[in-house]
């Protein structure tokens, strides 16, 4: 087997359970409405194909205008159902997929401050250069559907015999009222990753392979495909006799694992370097938005952003006007009762801008922010007097 083409392809949103209403129906086939999906962006749906369900059923999944893959498991690709990301920041979990580094390693190494050039950084795709690969960088919209046509070609042309494919969102869906609900929480700390590996690699590379299907149920990061990425480069380093010998190192520890090893069964979001508030393995309860923990938690988090405002005086001082929904964490593995975490969602006025924030209550009734604040709803012109982009999801401009 040669140098395998790499091809990775980086989406938006990924849908676990779509909708209650359905599309098509007939017995023992049922497939949902996709309409609460927005069509102005790339959506994957994740819809495993049914042999009860008539080949007809499908094309309808392209209805409104919508991108739609429909993912068919028997094909051999693989849902890496564990997957999650290390950062809320776009840029970070980018970074950590090529780059292979957090925030503190590139600051110590390539980027020393946000307004640094990332030319520095060892980017992967210099890596496969230098031992023969071509590489490009495509940007898409749902408008050209440049993915589609790529992807649509491999496949017709049997490219994909030989191509090792990626499909990767960097989150999932970051605003609307699916984002109150448990399914919303995890999708946004929880985006997909599909992997496509050639038949060629999968008879070859048996071990390897097999690996990588086990890891579909493990905790995985974008710094674990990083070094899966590593791995392709050279595929000695993924011939059985090889992963053998790897394997037999214990990698609990390792903030980052290639895919074609196994991952630790009890890998925790601390060791692969998930930020707490982003852990998919947390258990959580709704508690009553009338108590004095959802109160006092929605009033830090309106101190907060009022904290953000201070410098800023074109913009309104907030206040709460409702708590929507309080939700409190606890991590399976961590028995500390020093502190609980608890996240809200709240309106305030004026403006009614809908926020969500996670916070750490101590025993000694100190609060602190864990996550960067998100905004439910969109702020369209309400935030004409800033030109900072993070700061017009906060700033209520006054008249």
């Known amino acids: 087997m040669g140098l395998p083409t790499v091809a990775a392809a980086a989406l938006r949103n990924r849908h676990t359970k779509p909708a209650d209403s359905t599309l098509f129906q007939s017995p023992g086939c049922t497939i949902p409405s996709l309409d609460f999906l927005d069509p102005t962006i790339r959506n994957l749906v994740e819809y495993p194909a049914d042999e009860k ?229 947390v258990q959580s309860s709704r508690i009553s938005n009338q108590t004095s923990e959802s109160r006092g938690a929605a009033s830090f988090l309106v101190r907060h952003l009022n904290e953000i405002l201070g410098s800023y005086p074109q913009c309104a001082r907030l206040a709460l006007e409702s708590i929507l929904q309080a939700v409190e964490y606890t991590i399976p593995y961590e028995s500390d009762k020093e502190w609980h975490d608890v996240t809200v969602v709240v309106r305030v006025k004026p403006g009614g801008g809908v926020f969500e924030g996670t916070m750490r209550h101590y025993k000694d009734g100190d609060w602190t922010m864990l996550s960067p604040v998100s905004r439910f709803n969109m702020y369209s012109e309400l935030s004409f007097c800033v030109k900072q982009y993070w700061l017009k999801m906060y700033c209520y401009c006054l008249l």
């Open 53 to 281: 369900c008539p080949n007809e059923a499908y094309p309808l999944l392209g209805s409104n205008e919508t991108h739609i893959w429909v993912i068919n498991e028997t094909k051999g690709v693989i849902d890496l159902k564990g997957y999650g990301k290390t950062s809320d920041k776009m840029l970070l979990n980018v970074l950590a997929m090529l780059v292979g580094k957090n925030v503190e390693e590139l600051q110590k190494t390539c980027w020393p401050s946000p307004i640094a050039r990332l030319d520095r950084c060892p980017f992967i795709w210099d890596r496969f250069k230098d031992v023969g690969y071509y590489t490009a960088l495509l940007e898409d919209s749902a408008r050209f559907s440049i993915y589609e046509t790529l992807l649509k070609k491999l496949s017709n042309s049997g490219y994909l015999n030989d191509t090792f494919l990626i499909l990767v969102s960097d989150e999932g869906i970051k605003s609307g009222d699916i984002r109150k609900r448990k399914q919303g929480r995890l999708e946004q700390r929880l985006p997909f990753l599909y992997i496509l590996p050639p038949t060629s690699l999968r008879k070859k590379f048996s071990l390897a392979y097999e690996n990588l299907k086990e890891n579909a149920e493990r905790l995985t990061t974008p710094y674990d495909l990083y070094n899966t990425l590593i791995d392709l480069l050279d595929l000695s380093a993924i011939k059985n006799e090889e992963v053998l010998l790897r394997n037999e190192i214990t990698h609990y520890h390792d903030k980052s694992v290639s895919l074609f090893l196994q991952i630790p069964d009890n890998r925790t979001c601390q060791s692969a370097d998930i930020n707490k508030y982003l852990c998919g393995c």
